[in-house]
Every structure is written in C-alpha cells, then in structure tokens.
C-alpha cells in the first residue's frame, strides 16, 4: 500500500492506523505534492494533527472514524473529508491554503460540537453540502471569527444545534440552499458577519428556534442580496437582521417569518423584493417587537428613490398610525395625533382638512335652513350660513338678513355658528400646515 505517491488509495473499507496517517503529514517531504489521498478505510485511534505544518492537501474520503478528528492550529494545503463518519472534526485556528470538504460527512458531537472552526483560515471555499451535523450540546458548527477567501457551502445541511458565524468574514457567498437548522437558542447565528458577496437563505431552507431567534444576523454587513424566499424561519423571533448593512437588494416572502421580525436599523438598495407594500406594511406594524421609525424611513427613502411618491405617502401615514399604536407619546402628543391624523392624514393628505372645512359650512346652511329663525330669501340664507362659518370670507348679507334671537331656534343659530367658525378656523389652519409641510415636522 504506497500512501508517498499522490494516487487516491481504495482501501475498501480496510482499516489504516491514525498514527500511519499522521507520520506521513509529520514527514510531509517524503509526499508526492498531491498529499495523502485514502478512500473507503476505517481510521483505528484518534488521529490527532494539532499543531502539524505539512504544506500537502489531505484526503480522507469516504472514511469512517471512531473517535475525533483534531486538526487544532495544523496548516495544510487542502483537507478533503468527504463522506465522513465521525463523532466530531475540531478544527480551531485551522489554516488551509485552499479548499476544506465536508460534503456529505456524518458527524454527531456528543456533548462537543460536531464542527469547531473557529478561527480558522480558510483560503478557498468551504463545502458542507448534504453534511448531517448534531450535537447534544449548544453548537452543531463553531465557526467563530471563521476567515474564507471564496464561497460557504451549506446547502442541504442538516443540523441540529447553532450554526454559530459571529464574527465570521466570508470572501463570497454563503449558501445554504434547502438547508435544515434547529436549535434550543439560534438555528443560524451570525452576528457581526461579514459577507463579500450574497447571503442565500432559500429553496427549502428550514430554521427553527425553541426559545429564541431562528436566523440572528444582527450587525451584518453583506456585499450582495440578502435572500430569504421560498424557505421558513420559525422562533419567538423568526428573523433578528437588527442593523444589517446589504449591500444590493432584499428579497423575503410574505410568509418566510413565523415569529417575530426585528427589522431596526436594518439597511438595503432599491424597494424590496418578493412582497408587496402592503404586506411590508403589515410586517412592520405587527410583527416587529416593538415600535422604531427607521424601517418605515428606510422603505419609504427606497421607494422615494424609486420615483413612487403616493407609495411613500402611504409609508409615512402607515408609520404615524403605528407610532400613534405603539410609541412611547405622552397623553397630549397622542390627542394630537389623532386629531392631525383625522384632519389631514398626519400632514401628507392635507386635503382631508378642506373636505371637513366643506363639511362644516355644509352643516352651517343646514342649521341655518332648518331653524327658521333667519328671515330673509332662501340665497341669503346660505349666504348668511357660509358668512357666518367661513373664517375669511365676509359680505354684506348679514344686512337683509335678521336674526330672530328672543327665540330658542334663533339662539341655537347663533351659538352653532359660532362654534362652526371656530372649527372652520381650525380646519383651514390645519390645511395651510399640512400644506406647508409643518404638521410632519412636528408629527
């Protein structure tokens, strides 16, 4: 059995001693460049590489191991542990000039983590595809402060335990096509991670959380689309992209979150994908966990840009409705916002104020009509009604028109009147604020 050539090695299921292995990476000059390329074999004892420099790719694949595989600070050109079968592969501090396979690898943790790459220095890309990964502890992947130069591959990952990124800085993309992650705390937990390219959460994909967050990016900063479709987030918090940055667009279906969505301070390009504005709308009013006005300022600053003024109307009235709902306004600041948002839609449908001046002088020529107790042809009476009730407006109709005030009728004329002025009054002056613009400074 020549190992030194380079050639990949069947050893049909055959077993090969840890210590043969690691003696070879020891001696690592002694290798053909290509490294050490076994398939099909049962690995006897542990094989331990902690702290090895053998600058030759290693290939286990198809492998079967009893115990952990460490690879603690060990520097390679490339590690290829395809179809794994193994409690756990501790990696920390691991650096690879080029590319780590673990597609396919079966690797339950115990009470460790069935994955720990933290820290580690990956040159290339990352595979995982179709890799079962559980842990009876917190982490089924540890990959904190994790460095790649390319692309994250998670696609049909199945895990239970917390996919823990924080911190991580990826040179691609990370991919977790029809991936399935569960866990006590976080399903996916990237905090403050850094993505060169996209972060693709879809097709299939399935996060659940029992007691927290189901995907935690909080403080993201990503190159690329942030893509949450065709897949389901399910927690207390579905979704926590608190304060992510993205870079180009954001594309999330109307029904990806089952839990809350903390949306605050999160920002994008362009309007958002996959959903409608009604049902950002809807989101933002009742699903995030409490109230904050820079989302409603975010969408309505991309829809702004995007040239839909009657859309950013809609998201300011919609983000007034949910401050007037859920924010913190004292008793007078909650009055007055319902009074602006019933007269003029809190500044942005001023319009509204005239309809309700129009109503108000309506119901003045009906009192006055009505009452009988103004004496003079039926064109002076509404002349009288409209002079009466309209702030600037006044004319001489008051003169052939008489007042008959030792009555009850005529005495409820003048009252009404005068407080149909005062409304009057009020409506034109919320008009001219809203028309100006002074009711949304102060809204």
Known sequence: ???????????????????????????????????????????????????????????????????KLLFDRAQ??????????????SAPWLKLDHYLYLSNARLDGGQDWAVDLGEAHIGGHISMS??????????????????????????????????????????????????SFSAEHAAFLGTDIQVEDSILLHSGFRARSESYAAVRIRGARIGGQLV????????????????????????LSADYAEGAVDLDG????????????????????????????????QLAAAHQAAGQERDVRRIRIAQQRDLLRRGQLTRWGRTWHRVTGATVGYGYRPAIALLWLVATLAVSVGVVLSSGAVRCAVVDQIGYALNAATPLVKTDVQQRCQVATTTGAGQFVVVTTWVLQLLAWAFATLFVAGFTGLVRKNA
């Open 228 to 251: 949450l479709r065709e897949g389901r987030a399910t927690g207390p918090i579905a979704l926590d992209l608190k304060h992510a940055r993205i870079g180009q667009e954001i594309f």
């Open 1 to 67: 059995m020549e190992l030194t050539s380079g050639e990949l090695v069947d050893l049909d299921g055959e077993t090969i001693k840890a210590s043969v292995i690691r003696d070879l990476l020891v001696e690592a000059d002694r290798l053909d460049p290509r490294g050490v390329r076994i398939r099909n074999a049962r690995i006897d004892g542990q094989l331990d590489l902690c702290d090895v420099v053998a600058k030759r790719p290693l290939v286990l694949r198809d492998c079967v191991a009893s115990e």
């Open 130 to 179: 179709g890799a079962t990964l559980s842990t009876e502890g917190e982490y089924a992947l540890h990959a904190l402060k994790l460095r790649t130069g390319s692309q994250v591959y998670l696609t049909a990952v199945t895990a239970v335990g917390t996919l823990r990124f924080d911190g991580a800085r990826i040179g691609g993309s990370l991919r977790c096509d029809g991936a």
């Open 266 to 297: 999160l920002t994008y390009t362009g309007v958002p994908r996959d959903s409608d504005l009604g049902t950002w709308l809807d989101m933002l009013a009742h699903k995030t966990p409490r109230f904050a006005s820079q989302p409603y300022l």
């Open 76 to 89: 390679l050109s490339a590690l290829d542990l395809t179809g794994l079968t193994a409690p756990a592969v």
